[in-house]
């Protein structure tokens, strides 16, 4: 509906009942193979509600939580996210390793629900959702 939309769309886990506090992992399609260098590099975007949106993380650790990758639109991108303790990793396309690694997520919750979204702009599809649940020993977390 408008120039700058940039197409959003993405996970949301860990998100509470009351929708008070979430962390996602979110695609931004148009900007996967945009001429201009610094937009490509915003593709990708990690961020935890309420206290650590896009703006913030990338105002106190630029390109931390943000990265490049080779999507766009009008095209199918199978997303495989792993969240484990305080690191995430998004696996693009089938790749074997991972496309976006988040560290130290910010968010506060260890455990919640988890939703599909497609923000203003964005006109998304998604199709077979699965959520696999492990548990890992040695990290002391689910995968």
């Known amino acids: 509906p408008f120039p700058r939309a940039q197409g959003f769309i993405g996970v949301y886990f ?23 260098q610094a937009m490509r590099n915003h ?15 990338r105002k106190e650790a630029p390109g931390l939580y943000e990265t490049y990758a080779d999507i766009g639109l009008d095209e199918w991108i199978t997303m495989r996210i792993h969240v484990a303790g305080e690191r995430a ?8 390793y991972p496309s976006f690694i988040v560290n130290k997520m910010k ?37």
């Open 43 to 57: 593709a990708v975007q990690y961020f935890a509600f309420p206290g650590w949106k896009f703006a913030d993380l």
């Open 107 to 143: 968010g506060t919750s260890k455990a919640g629900t988890i939703g599909l979204y497609v923000d203003i702009g964005t006109e998304g599809y998604f199709k077979d959702f699965r959520i696999i649940s492990s548990i890992h020993s040695a990290q002391g977390g689910a995968r």
């Open 89 to 96: 990793e998004l696996y693009l396309n089938d790749a074997r």
């Open 14 to 36: 860990r998100a509470q009942h009351d929708d008070s506090a979430f962390e996602s992992i979110y695609l931004r399609p148009n900007c996967g193979r945009s001429p201009i």
